[in-house]
């Protein structure tokens, strides 16, 4: 009040005009903030939320002047209510409330997520009418690849180049572990010339460089993500023969006879069905 009075008094001694005097309360309104009275979210917190199959997922809800109101989690897909307050309304007990006393957040746990726990999550405050917060969950599963598998043929003395991609994780794996033979891979050994490359992203890339190829690097090479399935591929370490051959674990030269008796089976099965009839006269029987 001693605000507004003083204004007038401003307004009255600078003898300004009605005119100007309203553009001055407009712009003093409009910079003047306007005080909160009930709860409300805050929206910073992030609303899309990447959980990872077999983990826990957390979804946050931070709720500011909360006063006597209760916070609760809803599930969009079948409107049930999993938690109220402190409490869990559930028999899943993959679900659990979570709060701290004297605290603004309020949390929704998820033990070993699963694919069909993806959708709408609504955190909801108990004003009249309930007003909402949506938080959007997707449970992806990592997916772990290596390019050119499951076999891969390199010529001796050739650099094998192993790259292993993850997809899908919810953030780049910590760790990348390649092993060969399932021992883990040394790159100090007295081997040498065995370097890693790895880039971490969206798509996490790591790449496995073994220079001059010997016959002892052959065999079964994985790739370990700590956050992610592993994979393997086998590698064949080749002395100039062809790798289709060595995948069938044939050569070409014995594809050649396969082609001849089929070519034979074909003249005898005519001879047999030619030497059935019996003509006189030209007057063919067939014989029995």
Same mark, same amino acid.
């Given at each position: 009040?001693?605000?507004? %009075? ?57 709720? +500011? ?5 209760? !916070? ?9 209510? %999993?938690? !109220? ?30 694919? +069909? ?12 009418? *309930? ?5 959007? %969950? ?38 990348? !572990? ?11 050994? *007295? ?51 062809? *790798? ?10 014995? +594809? ?17 069905? +030619? ?14």
């Amino acid at each position: 009040m001693a605000l507004w %009075l003083l204004m007038g008094a401003l307004f009255i001694v600078s003898g300004s005009s009605f005119g100007s005097s309203r553009r001055f309360l407009t712009d003093f309104l409009q910079e003047y903030p306007t005080p909160v009275t009930g709860p409300y979210f805050d929206t910073t917190i992030p609303s899309n939320i990447t959980g990872l199959v077999g983990k826990t997922v957390h979804l946050v809800c931070k709720v +500011k002047n909360l006063g006597n109101r209760t !916070v609760s989690w809803v599930r969009h897909r079948d409107i049930h209510l %999993l938690t !109220v307050g402190r409490y869990t309304y559930t028999s899943d007990q993959r679900f659990e409330a979570m709060h701290s006393p004297h605290t603004e957040e309020w949390t929704l746990r998820i033990r070993y997520a699963q694919r +069909k726990d993806t959708g709408i999550y609504e955190c909801q405050i108990s004003t009249t009418p *309930p007003i909402g917060h949506p938080v959007r %969950l997707n449970v992806v599963e990592p997916i772990t690849e290596i390019h050119g598998g499951p076999d891969l043929f390199i010529n001796k003395d050739s650099t094998i180049n192993l790259t292993c991609v993850v997809k899908f994780a919810p953030e780049p794996p910590p760790a990348m !572990v390649w092993s060969h033979n399932r021992e883990v891979i040394n790159f100090d050994s *007295p081997r040498g010339g065995i370097s890693l490359v790895t880039e971490k992203g969206r798509l996490t890339t790591s790449r496995l460089l073994v220079q001059k190829a010997i016959q002892s690097d052959s065999g079964l090479y994985t790739c370990a993500p700590s956050n992610a399935n592993p994979i393997s591929v086998r590698v064949h370490i080749l002395n100039g023969e062809h *790798p289709a051959a060595m995948h069938h674990g044939t050569s070409s030269k014995c +594809k050649q006879p396969s082609v001849i008796v089929l070519v034979l089976t074909s003249i005898v099965l005519y001879i047999f069905q +030619k030497s059935r009839w019996k003509c006189y006269h030209s007057i063919c029987t067939e014989i029995m």
